[in-house]
């Protein structure tokens, strides 16, 4: 069994900046990619951002520019770094692990995963 533990979300007013992490722990693996998904009040969870293990990403087109995913191998840990924040990136964040070898960040959204418990990032205007 795999383990994700997010930390790095809050209140934050529009434009302000806030770094999520998200810790694995539990079977040694190291998950060929990682990364974040959202769910905003009244919305459908979706994708958000993924990295594979070798440091390549993939974004969702309204987080571009805005956004950056990073991750530590040693650490089993990745990041988000959200700068420029909008009241629209209201959500609850989710750490994902991909659990099938393979997994790219491109289909990452579609792959089977395990999941953190979420954390919370209000933007305010």
């Known amino acids: 069994q795999v383990e994700l533990v997010e930390s790095g979300g809050g209140l934050v007013q529009a434009g302000g900046s806030l770094r999520l992490s998200c810790a694995a722990s539990?079977?040694?693996?190291?998950?060929?990619?990682m990364g974040w998904f959202r769910q905003g009040p009244g919305k459908e969870r979706e994708f958000v951002a993924a990295?594979?293990?070798?440091?390549?990403?993939h974004y969702r087109d309204s987080v571009k520019g805005r956004f950056t995913i990073s991750r530590d191998n040693a650490k089993n840990t990745v990041y988000l770094q959200m700068n420029s924040l909008k009241p629209d990136d209201t959500a609850v964040y989710y750490c994902?692990?991909?659990?099938?070898?393979?997994?790219?960040?491109?289909?990452?959204?579609?792959?089977?995963?395990?999941w953190g418990q979420g954390t919370q990032v209000t933007v305010i205007s």
């Open positions: 990295v594979s293990r070798y440091g390549s990403t």
């Open positions: 539990g079977r040694t693996f190291v998950s060929d990619a």
């Open positions: 994902a692990a991909a659990s099938q070898i393979g997994t790219t960040p491109q289909t990452m959204a579609v792959m089977p995963k395990y």
